[in-house]
């Protein structure tokens, strides 16, 4: 194998790999809490955009968190059945499922909810304040780039 530098990729400086790996490891951290409630990274994910949006359908729980419609159909199914969410025909289109959550569900997110937020503080503690904005501020810039036709595929 060539030694070129233009022919090889070195991971530890390549940003999307990095990232990745750095997803992957918060994604494991905030789990220990939702992990101890029997819920999978997407069952949590899913109850979670419920409880953010009170009444979605699977198709715009697709769209918000990029997920794929088999994973969701499947965390809905598992929430469904441990009696956490509820659904009904919507009220704006009757071909159109709506997902809230139970009040099973909402005592569920409720407590849920603040452990997670102190396992981020938690996970952001070694940064400043000034940091933090800057993350938040330019993952979302990212975010919106990747989203945007800025970015194209050569």
Excluded: N
């Excluded at 769209?63 to 598992?78: L, Y």
């Amino acid at each position: 194998m060539s030694s070129d530098s233009e022919t090889q990729l070195d991971l530890k400086g390549f940003f999307p790999y990095q990232f990745s790996i750095l997803a992957q490891q918060m994604s494991e951290y905030i789990a220990q809490i939702y992990k101890k409630y029997d819920l999978s990274k997407m069952e949590w994910r899913v109850l979670a955009t419920i409880g953010q949006h009170t009444d979605i359908s699977a198709r715009e729980i697709c769209q918000f968190t990029h997920f794929d419609k088999m994973q969701v159909s499947r965390a809905i199914a598992k929430l469904m059945a441990a009696e956490y969410l509820s659904q009904q025909i919507s009220d704006t289109d009757r071909r159109t499922i709506s997902l809230k959550l139970s009040s099973k569900g909402i005592d569920l997110y409720q407590e849920i909810i603040p452990l997670v937020r102190d396992q981020e503080q938690r996970l952001l503690q070694g940064l400043t304040d000034s940091e933090r904005q800057m993350l938040r501020q330019l993952t979302l810039k990212l975010s919106g780039h990747l989203a945007s036709s800025d970015v194209e595929e050569k």
